[in-house]
């Protein structure tokens, strides 16, 4: 069984798991465009989306206080294993049901922001490390909504920065970067 949100994961995994497999280890301590957080920071905090969301998929608890580090042993490997468990969690129609216990917002809206999460972080890391990233196109389209929706509260919080105009003729991607605060056209060197 799959729903639209799995489905939209699914779409999405390839793409971010690719750019986590080819990040080299010298280069964990890289800037990216969000602020404070180096690769390494990035990459737990991906790391710690994914292991969360996939408990909040099944309406557990989840704790976002404790700082993990993601990354040892086989870490780019595992990473992959996490995604397809998360896929996983999201696939089951009762995932989108109701309102999330610990997020306190409907399910539906959740599993966007997992999805959401897993696209922009993607682009994060990719332009951070110098890959190649194209993510889902369907995934960018239906992330457009819900980030208006959420961009608001996400500024209030921190989450997002102040929307950075693209204009009507860019690609999906870069208005949806704009519009978590994210320059389109940033790179490490300024």
């Known amino acids: ?4 949100t ?3 994961l699914a779409a999405a995994a390839p793409p971010t798991i690719a750019v986590v497999r080819g990040v ?3 280069q964990l301590h890289l800037p990216t465009p ?20 996939r408990d909040l998929a099944a309406k557990r608890p989840v704790t976002w206080a404790e700082k993990q580090d993601f990354l040892t042993d086989d870490w780019r490997s595992r990473f992959e294993v996490e995604t397809e468990r998360l896929i996983a969690a999201w696939a089951d129609p ?10 306190g917002m409907p399910q539906t809206m959740v599993g966007g922001m997992v ?25 960018t389209v239906a992330l457009q909504q819900l980030t208006e929706e959420l961009g608001p509260t996400a ?4 989450v997002f920065a102040e929307p950075v105009p693209t204009g009507p003729a860019v690609p999906d991607l870069d ?4 519009l978590t605060g994210r320059d389109p056209r940033w790179t490490a060197v300024g």
């Not at 208005?175 to 704009?178: A, D, E, Q, S, Y």
């Open 175 to 178: 208005r949806l970067l704009g």
């Open 24 to 26: 080299a280890d010298d």
């Open 6 to 8: 799995s489905d939209l």
């Open 94 to 103: 009762t995932s989108l049901e109701g309102v999330s216990p610990g997020m």
């Open 115 to 139: 999805l959401l999460d897993f696209t922009v972080h993607g682009w994060d890391l990719a332009v951070a490390t110098g890959r190649p990233y194209a993510p889902a196109p369907q995934a």
């Open 155 to 158: 500024r209030q919080m921190g």
């Open 34 to 53: 969000c602020r404070d957080y180096s690769v390494r920071d990035l990459l737990n905090h991906l790391f710690e989306v994914v292991v969360n969301f």
């Open 1 to 4: 069984m799959a729903t639209e």
